[in-house]
């Protein structure tokens, strides 16, 4: 990349964020209600998002071949029973990994 192009790229960068952090603000003052329908979406967009973030996971496990799913299935109940215990969400996700990369390295 020329000079010009990388600072163009870091500029474009750089606007991106700050329209990220400060456009929430500027939409949606302090002063005035939360609109119902972002009420709607901060409460059923999360569980959306990991529901599709399973099934990209799963989308290509063979059950007839290979390791038949056994490592995902051992980490998905894995994420579930920390999940259940804990019910904090970054130690579930990073718990799931954790052990399934472990055993995929390691078993299966």
């Given at each position: 990349?020329?000079?010009?192009?990388?600072?163009?790229?870091?500029?474009m960068?750089?606007l991106?964020?700050?329209?990220?952090?400060?456009?929430?603000?500027?939409?949606?003052?302090?002063?005035?209600?939360?609109?119902?329908?972002?009420?709607?979406?901060?409460?059923?967009?999360?569980?959306?998002?990991?529901?599709?973030?399973?099934?990209?996971?799963?989308?290509?496990?063979?059950?007839?071949?290979?390791?038949?799913?056994?490592?995902?299935?051992?980490?998905?109940?894995?994420?579930?029973?920390?999940?259940?215990?804990?019910?904090?969400?970054?130690?579930?996700?990073?718990?799931?990994?954790?052990?399934?990369?472990?055993?995929?390295?390691?078993?299966?």
């Amino acid at each position: 990349m020329t000079l010009t192009e990388q600072i163009i790229t870091i500029s474009m960068v750089v606007l991106g964020t700050v329209i990220t952090r400060f456009l929430p603000f500027l939409v949606f003052p302090a002063g005035r209600p939360t609109p119902e329908y972002i009420k709607y979406l901060g409460k059923v967009l999360p569980p959306a998002v990991f529901g599709l973030l399973v099934i990209y996971c799963l989308k290509n496990v063979s059950l007839f071949a290979g390791s038949h799913g056994i490592p995902e299935f051992i980490s998905i109940a894995l994420v579930i029973a920390l999940h259940l215990w804990k019910r904090q969400m970054l130690l579930s996700i990073a718990g799931g990994t954790i052990c399934y990369m472990a055993l995929v390295q390691t078993i299966f």
